[in-house]
């Protein structure tokens, strides 16, 4: 009933044209997004991020409400007269798993905000940034979520795989908010792989200024991750200046654009 008031609202402004940023939106909070469920007030344009729960059922569409949900947003995303997507990596999956046709799709690459670029930080403004997060030496950073596309544990243990002498000129921070639960199963993940929390910090939440400061401070950033649409971590990174390496998978290489930058997130 809502998505029908919606529309029949938006077709009283007489729209030259309706874009949807964002079409995956109002399962569990008070939002409706809606695509074509009435006859059409103007065309519709959605931007296409990707498609991540569909490809991975199993850790995004495990409940069948969820699932029912999504699936009914795919079609919402089908009925559209054109698709914004993200990366040449999310326009495919639209091809090969909505069939959805290439010429209603348009490519669009994501861009990072002004903030992210290289800054020049004063000794005590360096000193004072590291310590409150209990960084104590050059450090190699990810940030972002914590959840099994990202691959944290998987950069984990690469880090422990890195010679002990190595080891102890370096530390990896993990920087982003995540939940008691998840700092909890990676501790666990690190003592049993043998690494102290000295050599792994998690940083918690940090403000934009502190992730640009970072991301301006860190020896390297990596992106590990399975999938992503885009990827943009790596760009921002990219955006201040910093050596930057991530997974040859999905969105990942369009953004680095260097093979050599490139690396198996299974191996």
């Given at each position: 009933?809502?998505?029908?008031?919606?529309e029949h609202f938006i077709a009283g402004l007489k729209p030259d044209l309706v874009f949807i940023p964002s079409l995956i939106e109002g399962f569990n909070d008070n939002v409706v997004t809606s695509v074509n469920i009435s006859p059409p007030a103007a065309p519709t344009v959605v931007?296409?991020?990707d498609l991540i729960p569909l490809l991975r059922p199993?850790?995004?569409?495990?409940?069948?409400?969820?699932?029912t949900w999504y699936l009914r947003k795919l079609q919402a995303l089908k009925a559209a007269d054109l698709l914004l997507a993200i990366s040449e990596s999310a326009c495919r999956e639209a091809i090969d798993y909505l069939h959805i046709p290439k010429d209603k799709i348009v490519i669009v690459n994501c861009g990072v905000d002004v903030r992210f670029k290289p800054i020049i930080f004063s000794l005590l403004q360096k000193t004072s940034i590291l310590q409150r997060?209990?960084?104590t030496r050059p450090f190699v950073m990810y940030s972002g979520a914590v959840e099994?596309?990202?691959?944290v544990e998987g950069l984990i243990s690469g880090f422990g795989l890195l010679p002990q002498e190595t080891r102890a000129l370096y530390q990896l921070a993990i920087v982003g908010k995540h939940r008691t639960d998840q700092r909890k199963t990676l501790g666990a993940y690190l003592h049993k792989i043998g690494l102290s929390k000295d050599e792994v910090i998690f940083t918690g939440y940090v403000s934009d200024e502190e992730l640009v400061a970072l991301y301006n401070l860190c020896a390297l950033f990596v992106l590990p991750?399975?999938?992503e649409g885009f990827g943009l971590p790596a760009l921002e990174a990219m955006a201040c200046g910093t050596p930057t390496i991530g997974a040859n998978a999905t969105g990942i290489p369009e953004v680095i654009e260097r093979?050599?930058?490139l690396f198996d997130p299974h191996q």
């Open positions: 009933a809502a998505e029908r008031i919606r931007t296409l991020y199993d850790t995004y569409l495990s409940d069948p409400r969820v699932k997060h209990q960084i099994p596309r990202k691959n991750s399975f999938h093979m050599d930058a």
